[in-house]
């Protein structure tokens, strides 16, 4: 060796890290030393290289043999130092097995692949078995064909790895070898399996069909091999006992390959893709098959089945098994069901990731190799039932069909192709260092280094492997939406004659029954609503074109794809010339992914979006609630602006159909909290009335010809608007008071005051472009049969007279929020010793207040109510919990301070605090009361109008458990944890209200 070549500067070039332990390994080789320094910096890791090559120097017959071959022959250097630079346990086989290394010395390895009948033969000649014989049996002992098995295994490895590393076989390539050399593994292990059951073994019929990638002709370096045991008793034999003999095979050959040895382990084997899983029996008759897949098998099995082939034994019962359900398969996209079986599919596997891998996770994560295969996969279901030629099990393969046949652009399959294969060569990469199955990338330095040199990334190779990596994880998160979208464009774009610059040839047809196939329950609607917006050559189309793709997968993702599609394609069409709305869309992902799932998700909200399109700009902010007087300075302002009380109040009703589209999305979108959604709009409505008073006041002055006002008014909240706890959905329960000036005529005070109060309910009852606010004033004194507004006086004259326990207990949410404040204050001082006694309520008002309760539960409850799922007034429902709350207040808020507020939650919070209700039952009381007013919101939202009874319509159902956070098909869910929740509820009301 020259100084130069061994100098530390030239050792780091060349990728070493630790230059003083190089030194001295280069040291032990000698002359060989200078020749290999280049070879070993193009390993994954010089270091790991030139240490294994030390390790298996000293471990072979003929050091210098060895030595000289790969100074002499750089293929064999090459494929033997490549190996030792990456893998960690095939350099500790070799060690073992030192005369192994020669198998790399053939110059044909990098261009010719074993034929997967002659691994079938090796693996079955070490096991001592006769790869001619139908039914091979092993003639070692278990523990020496066990062992033997694994070397085998090994040694067919080595010199397959060397080619992928060293000659970079495509991964495809590789995989496929990965699955022969499974399948002869198999076979060899059936063999053990045989010679372990004796005689017996030959009264069955037995067949391995392998699933997943295996069955795909995928493999990694290591996984566990999924199967399915078909099996048939030979003529003459029982069946029970043939099932038995079955049994006996298929679990000694699952041990064959699992158990760990002194020769280690090769992959677990795992049968549970079987029918009925790991709680089905192991082997099934072909009968038994048939009978399984025909009744009871799931859309996920069925697309298991894609990839099944038979592998291992008996391989003509193996092709009858695949030949019994391939029709089966290609049809399951008729079947019932099939968009949600697939979409909750697809969760579970997400769900599967742990939270500390979910941002490293090569093969579950967003954008890794299951998004590309699940893609692939459902095109293929969709399309394969018409199309034999996109059947391939193959992933490549079929990716390669789909763009063929034109249902993926071809330049959009190139991309995925390689995505997929750069994804699956890190996945091999990471799992060659010590064969362990693993699919998370790494995040020490050593080990990124390594793989990132071992997939050609030399320079900065960590950042450029990370870079690299982030980058396809995009491209696959993209290509993901394009895959299912883009080609669908292309259809319509030929239906109307537009150009789109996509090289897709997707059929009108195969649309229609993607667009099924993804959740539209009306494709050839969606198509005509696709064409609508996407066909010409304006900005518009353009943009919109653009925009289609993303959108159509969100809105696939949401309860009613076609109301999301139908509905955007109305707010396009309104809005389409307005330069800010597409342009919002098109930079802007965010908003138009929340605008999608409003879409498709909530009547609600999509009527209010249509009626005020400016607030498609609202879905990119803060959708928190605004401040109650900064909305009752915009109203007022804008009110005061029209001289028209018409005019005045649609432009205060413009800012609350505004507000409320800001708390719809809101809770859609998870942003607030129901108990602020309850506060949000009741403190909507504060602002609302207070606008709308003073627009009504300065419109009956102008008609009575009042220069000013001669009473002052105000307005007392009551029921749930009193305790801020208004739904969607709800009237806002009020009373008005008023208080005539000094001087002022008692008889015109009292005209004015009913004339402003009647304009103010009229107002705001208008038919407009956004929902009427009905002002209820029937919990007044006398209700419909007393006056409308009352002055002070006469308040405190009726409830000093006249007034009932029911109207005390109704008063407990009485809040005077709107007018004149002093005469808010006067009359809050007026009533709180009503509802808050010193001493409480007597016995006999809390028997009156159980018989008022007992009555509402018997009369009040419409005609066909399900007491159990009605949200107001079934078990456990918020009438339940309020009147619980409200008898607590009545009977200790005269010595419990905390007790004197109109809101729900509080109420309890304090009766808890003062030791009157268990902490316990307080938070059961807080859970039923918080779930049944989300359940109450959630109706509104889907259905655009309120209900207290839980919809029957499944649709429906389906619809509220997405808006209230349950996975697609999480309706039942919804439905068993409302009745706990109630049921949990209502044992606490016996306990304290009925006691």
Known sequence: MTRAATSRSDLLRQGFVDSERTLAGLALLGDHAEPLVALLGRTADPDLALTGLLRLADAVEDRMALLDAVVDDEGTAMRLLCVLG????????????????????????????????????????????????????????????????????????????????????????????????????????????????????????????????????????????DVIFVHEPVDGASEPAAARVATQLASHLMRACSDHTSEGTIWPVDAALRPEGKAGPLVRTMAGMRSYYERWAKTWEFQALLKARPIAGDLRLGREFVELVSPMVWGVAGRDGFVADVQAMRRRVVETIPAREAERQLKLGAGGLRDVEFAVQLLQ???????????????????????????????????????????RTLEHRIQLFQLRRTHVVPTDEVSLRRIARGMGFVKDSQAALEDAWQGWRLEVRRLHEKLFYRPLLTAVARMSGTVVGDDSELSSQAAAERLAAIGFADPKAALRHLEALTSGVSRTAGIQRALMPAMLGWFADSPDPDAGLFGFRRLSESLGSTPWYLGTLRDEGHVAERLARVLATSRFATTLIEREPQGVRMLG?????????????????????????????????????????RLAAGDLFGEIDVADVGAGLSRLTDATLEATLETAGRSVRAQQRLASAPTSIAIVAMGRYGGFELSYGSDADVMFVHEPAPGADQHVASTYAQAVAN??????????????????????????????VRTLDSYAAYYSKWSKVWEFQALLRADAV???????????????????????????????????????????????????????????????????????????????????TPRTLDGLAAAAEAGLLAADDAQVLVHSWRTVSRFRNAITLVQGKGS?????????????????????GGSDAMVNDYLRTTRRARAVVDRVFWE
């Not at 915009?634 to 413009?654: F, K, L, N, W, Y």
């Not at 007026?830 to 309760?853: H, M, N, Q, S, Y």
């Not at 009040?860 to 107001?872: E, Q, S, V, W, Y």
């Not at 207290?948 to 697609?968: E, F, H, N, T, W």
């Open 381 to 423: 279901l969709v399309h394969g039932g018409g199309d034999e030629s996109v059947r391939a099990p193959a992933t490549l393969s079929a990716l390669a069909a789909l763009t063929a046949g034109g249902y993926v652009g071809r330049v959009d399959g190139e991309e995925m192709h390689q995505a997929y294969a750069f994804l």
């Open 759 to 788: 304009e103010l309910r009229r107002l705001l009852a208008l038919p407009m472009t956004d929902p009427p606010l009905e002002v209820d004033a029937d919990l007044r004194p006398e209700g419909k049969q007393g006056p409308l």
């Open 818 to 900: 709107v007018g004149d404040e002093d005469l808010r204050r006067r009359f809050t001082e007026l009533i709180d010793p009503l509802r808050f006694p010193a001493d409480g309520i007597t016995e006999a008002d809390v028997a009156e207040v159980r018989r008022v309760k007992a009555r509402i539960d018997r009369e009040r409850l419409p005609r066909g109510a399900d007491p159990n799922t009605h949200l107001k007034l079934g078990r456990g429902g918020l009438a339940d919990i309020e009147w619980t709350v409200q008898l607590l207040q009545m009977r200790h808020a005269g010595s419990v301070p905390g007790l004197r």
């Open 86 to 225: 990456a893998s960690q346990a095939l350099t500790d086989h070799l060690v073992r097995h030192p005369d192994h290394w020669r198998d790399l010395t053939d110059p044909t390895l990098g261009s010719t692949r074993p034929a997967a009948y002659a691994v079938r033969a090796a693996m079955l000649s070490a096991v001592g078995a006769d790869p001619l014989d139908e039914a091979p049996v092993s003639t070692l002992s278990r523990v020496a064909a066990l062992d033997a098995m694994r070397i085998a295994h090994r040694r067919i490895l080595v010199p397959l790895a060397a080619r992928d590393l060293a000659h970079h076989v495509g991964v495809d390539d590789v995989a496929a070898e990965l699955s022969d050399l499974a399948a002869a593994t198999l076979e060899a292990g059936l063999a053990i399996a045989r010679a372990t059951v004796g005689e017996e073994a030959a009264s069955v019929r037995l067949a391995v069909i392998a699933m997943g990638k295996c069955g795909g002709h995928e493999l990694n370096y290591v996984s566990d091999v």
């Open 948 to 968: 207290d009874q839980l919809p029957r319509d499944p649709r429906i159902k389906q619809a509220m458990a997405a808006v209230l956070g349950y996975s697609p």
């Open 621 to 661: 902010e803060d959708l928190s609630p605004h401040d109650v007087v900064q909305l009752m300075f915009e109203m007022t302002a804008s009110a005061g602006r029209q001289d028209d009380p018409v005019e005045a109040v649609r432009s205060i009703r413009a800012v609350r159909r505004r507000e409320l589209l």
